[in-house]
């Protein structure tokens, strides 16, 4: 939509928190409760199935991935919106379509003209019955807000092998904080097993350059091939990654039915799936659950019941003072944000605040306010 829409929703949040009882689990109780008083939620705009929501850094422009294959820029201080021509063709269906959206922040200005822009998306394989997710780099030429378009468009990274089926592409892009480096979250596709074998990048966070080429001092460097490409392995579906404040990088995915872990991910780390899971298959068949001599890294902390997790971020703004340093979750079938503080390679979840919709993705805006997309086509700013 391309005016602000005029629904606002305020409530207290101590309504809102929900307690964290046997859905969080770390092997004690967590905490409950937020230490601010109220929390105002506004609509302000509309979308045909949004993916991605990405601020281009030092502006107040909102960059949104409709799964489809669209891509719009957001005026937030306006609500106008406008599509910005170029995107490449999606193989869209199940899960695939339209994915992530990443700047680099040291590309920061008053304007987006000119800026590097990194993107994702599920493509065809060269049969028409096999798919994969792909990352792409292109330069934003915006004269003007209602004039953007991707210019030099190029794949430079594509998950490997191309398999049948819709699911789990993952296909999350993160830089590390000096930029020196691009990780690219790759599901499992749903095939569990390509998980533990190193020699695809199923079930994998591959690091990069910014060229889409293997990094130097990956763990796997020397066997070659797209092994040296993987940092860490044994994922299911990752769904959000971000850097803590230590340098950090975390992510969340989903588990099986049960079992949604956030991982601190480490250098040649195997986090177990599917051979360990707290989940169980869908099936009701069981899956061993980690144990201290598993060898297999384990979450910090895990749902069962699941919160179904579809993006994460560490707060780092002014807004919501008490919240400095947590992670932020977006819950889809929990239809949430889930709060966790976390203390070392500790986490507890914190609150949860009610949202209406499943959240699929959340940015946080240069004044401190959330912003939150929602599978429904919504997109949502809270703020105090």
């Given at each position: 939509m391309n005016t602000l829409s005029k629904l606002i929703i305020a409530s207290s949040l101590p309504s809102?928190?929900?307690?964290?009882?046997a859905a969080a689990q770390t092997g004690e109780s967590s905490g409950t409760g937020s230490g601010t008083e109220g929390l105002t939620i506004?609509?302000?705009?509309?979308?045909?199935?949004?993916?991605?929501i990405e601020f281009a850094p030092g502006t107040d422009m909102l960059f949104v991935t409709?799964?489809?294959?669209?891509?719009?820029?957001?005026?937030t201080a306006s609500g106008t919106s406008a599509t910005v021509a170029g995107a490449p063709e999606v193989a869209f269906g199940g899960q695939g379509g339209f994915g992530?959206?990443?700047?680099?922040?040291?590309?920061?200005?008053?304007?987006?003209?000119?800026r590097t822009i990194y993107l994702s998306w599920a493509e065809m394989g060269e049969d028409g019955d096999t798919r994969g997710a792909v990352v792409g780099k292109a330069t934003l030429a915006c004269p003007a807000m209602d004039n953007c378009a991707l210019e030099g468009l190029e794949v430079i990274w594509r998950q490997a092998p191309k398999v049948e089926g819709r699911g789990h592409y993952s296909h999350r892009i993160t830089f590390s904080p000096d930029e020196s480096h691009m990780y690219i979250a790759s599901g499992d596709r749903q095939k569990m097993t390509p998980a533990q074998d190193k020699t695809n990048t199923l079930g994998s966070i591959v690091r990069l350059n910014l060229d889409g080429t293997p990094a130097e001092g990956n763990p796997f460097a020397a066997e070659g091939g797209v092994t040296a490409e993987i940092w860490s392995y044994g994922h299911r579906n990752v769904l959000g990654m971000d850097w803590d404040a230590q340098g950090r990088l975390w992510d969340i995915e989903h588990g099986p039915a049960g079992g949604d872990e956030l991982n601190l991910v480490e250098a040649g780390a195997n986090y177990g799936w599917p051979t360990r899971s707290y989940g169980?298959?869908?099936?009701?068949?069981p899956i061993t659950d980690h144990s201290d001599d598993d060898g297999f890294n384990k979450p910090a902390i895990w749902?069962?019941?699941?919160?179904?997790?579809?993006?994460?971020?560490?707060?780092?703004g002014d807004m919501f003072a008490d919240w400095q340093g947590d992670a932020l979750i977006a819950g889809l079938s929990s239809q949430a944000i889930v709060r966790v503080e976390i203390d070392g390679e500790n986490a507890v979840e914190a609150a949860r605040y009610p949202i209406e919709g499943r959240v699929r993705s959340l940015d946080i805006a240069s004044d401190g306010s959330i912003w939150v997309a929602t599978d429904e086509g919504k997109v949502l700013r809270l703020s105090m």
């Open positions: 809102l928190a929900l307690a964290s009882c506004t609509q302000m705009g509309e979308f045909e199935k949004p993916w991605a409709e799964k489809e294959g669209v891509l719009k820029v957001m005026d992530d959206i990443a700047f680099l922040p040291s590309e920061a200005g008053a304007n987006v003209d000119g169980e298959h869908y099936n009701g068949d749902w069962t019941p699941v919160i179904a997790p579809g993006d994460m971020q560490f707060y780092t």
